[in-house]
């Protein structure tokens, strides 16, 4: 297990897990009721859980793939932090990690 971190877009809100070592951050936010939403359900077939890992674990994560990267690209409010919560798995080594949730998140699931 390891402690992790999410905080609302505004920072107001700051909600500490415990997180089972594999679980990725998004099976986290949604086992535990957090407004990360995962269109795809994970499959890396959209954008809509994506986090904003704080910098001082960003060197602890393994690099994004390049279908991660194409997905952040269409990420709303993309940052040199931005990851794809369904592919980042909890380890040991990410302990009192801090993920923030954008402001938005653009489905483009959504049919018009």
Do not use: W
């Amino acid at each position: 297990m390891a402690k992790v971190t999410f905080i609302s877009a505004d920072g107001a809100t700051r909600t500490e897990l415990e997180a089972p070592v594999e679980t990725t951050i998004l099976e986290l936010a949604h086992k535990n009721n957090i407004d990360l939403e995962g269109a795809c359900e994970g499959a890396l077939a959209c954008s809509t859980c994506h986090v904003i890992i704080h910098s001082d674990y960003l060197d602890r994560l393994p690099e994004p793939s390049e279908e991660e990267e194409d997905m952040l690209d269409l990420a709303f409010g993309l940052t040199l932090n931005s990851r794809l919560g369904c592919q980042i798995e909890i380890t040991d080594e990410l302990e009192g990690m801090e993920i923030t949730l954008p402001a938005a998140t653009r489905n483009m699931m959504v049919g018009s």
